[in-house]
């Protein structure tokens, strides 16, 4: 940029045109580097459980490939049998609830498939292809949704998805530990 600046300050446009010139280059510079950046849209990820009852039901196959058909890309997976330590410290926000031994005991009684998904909103994305909490209503008022397909009630809803972008990254890192986070992030409110 000197020695470029320096030739044009040769070329005799004076302390004003010399001045205008830098001015222009530096917007043009700016404006063509935001144009870039704007135009690339941020992807998102979110945490995907299939849970006991969707893992043993053999439905794993049909709610990946209504994901992959969604848009999302599975980024990372694995499947994993919770104990009853690390269900109550994943779900540690209704320990004070009636439901809560239920639910323990629920998403203790098999495996689970993990998974992180990415794509613009997946959050919202995904929590719309799952459906409503309770699986009966889904049934109703959203036929198409994976607890409609899969689940039985509003315990037994087959999978769980991430209700903001904070319980995201602390769902996403109590199951991957490499995806955590230094950020203190606040427990979710839905199951």
Known sequence: MQLQCSVIREMSLGV???RFLCLFVLLCVSFFSRTSSEGSV??????ALIKPD??????TDGI?????????????ETIVQLDEDKAANFYAEHSSRTFFSSLIKYMTSGPVLV???EKENAIADW???????DARKAKITHPHSV????GLDSEKNCVHG????LSAQREMSFFFKEMSSDEVVPTHDEL
Do not use: H, Q, W
Not at 127 to 133: A, D, M, S
């Open 127 to 133: 929590r719309g292809l799952i459906g409503p909490t």
């Open 147 to 150: 607890r409609a397909m899969c």
């Open 64 to 76: 990946k490939r209504m994901i992959l058909e969604s848009g999302f890309r599975i980024l990372r």
């Open 16 to 18: 004003g045109g010399f």
């Open 42 to 47: 941020e992807k998102e990820k979110t945490l």
């Open 54 to 59: 969707g893992v043993s039901g053999n439905y």
């Open 115 to 117: 998974m992180v998904l």
């Open 162 to 165: 991430s209700d903001s972008a």
